[in-house]
């Protein structure tokens, strides 16, 4: 089950097991390992791969929904794309939505 969400969190953040064994400044072969369920994840790892998806540890191991039960999966994938952003990435995001709520409001 861990395995999956692993697998599941990192592709819709876009990332390779490359990329996200980088940042988390684990090996590649360590989070290979983690995905395809050959290694157990220690505590550890588990805080870390809980803190970068923002997620909670409960939903890692599978005894809980996403970030909050009243988010809809849409907006639960909407949060886990915006959190794989860069810092340029957000502030543009943050931009447009400043805008368009501009052109909802003015309705």
Do not use: P, W
């Amino acid at each position: 089950m861990l395995n999956e969400k692993l697998i599941e969190l990192r592709k819709r953040s876009g990332l390779t097991q490359a990329d996200l064994a980088k940042y988390l400044r684990i090996t590649g072969q360590a989070h290979s390992c983690y995905e395809s369920n050959k290694r157990e994840m220690d505590f550890t790892s588990l805080r870390l791969f809980s803190d970068f998806y923002n997620v909670t540890t409960d939903y890692l191991l599978g005894r809980k929904n996403l970030i909050k039960d009243t988010f809809s999966n849409e907006e639960n994938e909407i949060i886990l794309r915006y959190r794989s952003l860069d810092g340029r990435g957000k502030e543009s995001v943050k931009a447009t939505l400043s805008y368009k709520l501009l052109y909802v409001t003015k309705k």
